[in-house]
């Protein structure tokens, strides 16, 4: 009987490594785990709902200086109440801790690698590498439904948009392409990013998206508040909580997410803002030397919508300028 009885507990306890929470309750906790032979504490919340229900993993601060997702993730995790939740969900605001204490902008300070290009990760690589595999094993997987919280970084402009990827599973990118939608941002772009969360997520069988909002440093109300929105339709859609389906939103599919980049490092003078239509073959910027020679002119490389701009005037040679979607 004690076996029967031990099997039933432990498929109602909701756990990730040392932190678990039983049918009903929130557990807020800091999981630490070794990162290069040092300790690494990841914060996070478990939420065991006591209805039954899909398990729900929401990450922010992959990329630590995004803050509207970060701010959106914390008031999520402070927020849900077990008592009204179907289902589990697991809550971790900010992955890249050392690069929030730096204010580091692209990069994991431990290895100078952008994290949101080594997931799956792997236990036996550089810094980024054993974080995204400690987090994808222990968490991601245990995803029914998996969001991502990203936007501009510290030197970027974006309009808000959620990114799906097409893994060739149609049951799975269906399913993406639901959250998407459901998220309610109008603009919606299909990406295949290696190494990006929500395409390894989306590799290994879970429907997943990226949603982008904010930027630049600054967490305003409003794009905050498109993230957690976004969370909160999801939810309901979902019926992990309770209220209406949420209304159908107005979308734009964009199905190529086209990035420009710097040749030269100097100064970049973008000419279009986040937001715009241009056209292809349209100058959408100069990077410029010292004495404002034209090294390279940004032309547009299609008919789109620009999604971000990087605002630095400063430029490094293979730097990100802005992206279009078309
Ligand atoms: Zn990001």
């Given at each position: 009987m004690e076996d029967i009885e031990t099997t039933r507990m432990s498929k109602n306890v909701l756990s990730v490594g040392t932190l678990s929470a039983s049918h009903g309750q929130k557990q807020y906790g800091v999981n630490e785990f070794l990162v290069e032979r040092q300790p690494y504490r990841l914060p996070m919340w478990l939420i065991n709902g006591v209805g039954e229900g899909p398990t729900l993993v929401v990450t922010a601060g992959v990329h630590a200086a995004e803050y509207a997702s970060i701010a959106a993730a914390l008031e999520l995790g402070r927020s849900l109440d077990p008592g009204s939740f179907s289902g589990r969900a697991i809550v971790v605001p900010i992955v890249d801790m050392p690069a929030f204490s730096a204010r580091s902008i692209y990069v994991c300070p431990l290895d100078g690698k952008n994290p949101n290009r080594v997931f799956p990760g792997n236990p036996f690589g550089s810094a980024s590498e054993q974080i995204a595999d400690w987090l994808f094993r222990n968490?991601?997987?245990?995803?029914?439904y998996y969001v991502d919280l990203h936007g501009g970084d510290l030197i970027e402009a974006l309009v808000p948009f959620t990114i799906f990827f097409r893994s060739g599973d149609k049951r799975v990118d269906d399913a993406s392409l639901e959250m998407a939608k459901v998220f309610g941002i109008h603009f919606l772009v299909c990406s295949e990013t290696p190494g990006s969360t929500f395409c390894a997520a989306s590799v290994a069988g879970i429907p997943s998206i990226l949603a982008e909002a904010g930027g630049q440093g600054i967490w305003t109300a409003e794009d905050v508040c498109c993230h957690t929105n976004g969370l909160n339709r999801l939810m309901r859609h979902l019926k992990m909580?309770?209220?209406?389906a949420p209304e159908t939103v107005p979308f734009a599919l964009l199905e190529r997410f086209l990035w420009l980049r710097s040749e030269h490092e100097g100064f970049w003078y973008p000419a279009i803002a986040v937001n715009d239509r241009v056209k292809a073959g349209q100058s959408l910027g100069f990077i410029k030397d010292c004495e404002g020679h034209v090294l390279q002119t940004a032309i547009s490389p299609a008919d789109g919508i620009v999604l971000f701009i990087v605002s630095s005037l400063a430029i490094n040679q293979t730097d990100p300028l802005l992206a279009v979607g078309a």
């Open positions: 968490v991601i997987s245990q995803a029914n909580t309770p209220g209406n």
